[in-house]
């Protein structure tokens, strides 16, 4: 075809002008460039009539993987893990090798695993309009041991020992959403937590030995301004996932966020924590007053204080025991991936009620953390408690020093889909 139109152009062009068979030469040119972009684009989306056609399509054979494959996941739910371990020595070289009154380097001179953990979780999430929710923490490793305690404050430790926390969450539509939870939960008191990688230093304080690690029971939060947040607890009490003695104990909290560099909180305890024995409930209560606040007056500095008053009485007219006393924290960031912490507390143990001794505890702390990679930390740390009475073992147990000195590396992996602290 193409071949005639031209010959017919050539016939023409002896009677006409070399400027009008140029036109119309241009002219049949692009009629034909149109004709072939349009047989083109009709190939293209009826390939039946082409080579190609013969092709089978393998979406015809194959199921599609997306539309058939069940969900694992739900939307928002994020499966993490953590293993944290460490090396500690202790300079007095106690026999056993235990560093007292620590809650997590308990370990001396010894490669130790101090916890190993499986957070599922998936958090309400309002802007995709989903109003439950629910964690699950499951522990396992030496700090399963410290957050569990004993028969003591357990009637069935065994039975929960690995669960450190179990709860669901509902947001009610009430105002601007009543978050409520029910189930075992992390204790907020004191400023310290369970997950090292979230810590200001390796070893926990004396407050973080002394004051509860979680609780059982229900609890409301409402964000009652744009700064301020109220929380009301009731729970089976301190440290107990079944109640012993059915009295519910209660909490207030209060958290302060006037600006994205200062954050404080306040909360207050009251329960009747004394155990039942032969049908009897002794009638004392327990009190705890707790504060603390955290500050960032740059962006590489970060000051926190901790303030702590405890009072307890085993029967409405016996003498009161009390715990009080408070810590400092500092924190300085040398390079993105280095960081160095420091620590001051005293506790004033007069009533013995955390280390059975009448006594006052002091310590010193000092970490520095390198973020090797993302999900994997290094710390080394040197910590000095001491007493104003010889209280820590020395070698071979032949007597009491007044202080003891540790030092320790600490190695920190975690990984997983939650963002910031866990």
């Known amino acids: 075809m193409i071949i005639l139109l031209l010959l017919a152009a050539a016939g023409a062009a002896a009677q006409t002008t070399p400027a009008d068979r140029e036109q119309m030469l241009l002219g049949r040119i692009e009629k034909l460039e149109q004709r072939l972009a349009a047989l083109e684009a009709k190939a293209t989306e009826n390939p039946t009539g082409t080579a190609e056609a013969a092709k089978p399509n393998a979406s015809q054979f194959a199921p599609n993987v997306a539309d058939t494959r069940p969900e694992i996941l739900p939307a928002g739910t994020t499966i993490n893990v953590n293993l944290d371990g460490y090396y500690a020595y202790n300079f007095n070289r106690p026999f056993p090798a235990m560093n007292s009154l620590r809650a997590y380097d308990v370990s001396s001179n010894s490669f130790a695993l101090n916890q190993a953990g499986i957070i599922l979780e998936r958090a309400p999430d309002l802007a995709s309009g989903r109003r439950i929710g629910g964690r699950l923490d499951l522990m396992f490793g030496q700090a399963t041991e410290t957050l569990q305690a004993s028969p003591a404050n357990e009637r069935r430790p065994e039975v929960f020992r690995h669960i450190f926390q179990a709860y669901g969450t509902y947001v009610a539509p009430l105002g601007k959403g009543l978050t ?171 009533g013995g009620l955390f280390s059975g001794t009448a006594q006052s505890l002091k310590e010193a702390t000092a970490t520095a953390t390198f973020d090797v990679a993302a999900g994997f930390q290094m710390r080394w740390e040197v910590r000095r408690d001491w007493s104003n009475i010889a209280f820590f073992p020395v070698r071979n147990d032949a007597g009491r020093a007044r202080d003891q000195t540790t030092a320790l590396l600490g190695l920190i992996w975690w990984f997983g889909g939650k963002p910031g602290a866990w």
């Open 180 to 350: 409520v939870d029910f189930g075992k939960w992390a204790s907020s008191f004191g400023i310290e937590n369970n997950y090292t990688k979230d810590q200001w230093n390796y070893s926990r304080s004396f407050w973080f030995g002394f004051l509860p690690y979680y609780h059982m029971g229900i609890r409301a939060t409402y964000p009652v301004t744009g700064k301020w947040n109220a929380s009301y607890w009731v729970t089976n009490g301190l440290n107990q996932t079944e109640d012993f003695n059915a009295f519910k104990s209660q909490a207030v909290l209060l958290n302060f966020n006037p600006s994205a560099k200062l954050s404080a909180n306040l909360n207050y305890f009251a329960g009747q924590e004394e155990r039942t024995v032969n049908g009897q409930t002794p009638n004392g209560r327990s009190h705890i007053l707790d504060s603390y606040i955290t500050w960032h007056p740059g962006d590489r500095w970060t000051l926190a204080l901790e303030g702590d008053y405890f009072i307890s009485r085993a029967t409405g007219s016996s003498a009161p025991r009390r715990v009080a006393g408070g810590a400092a924290y500092a924190g300085y960031q040398f390079h993105p991936r280095l960081h160095l912490n420091g620590r001051f507390e005293f506790l004033d143990d007069s």
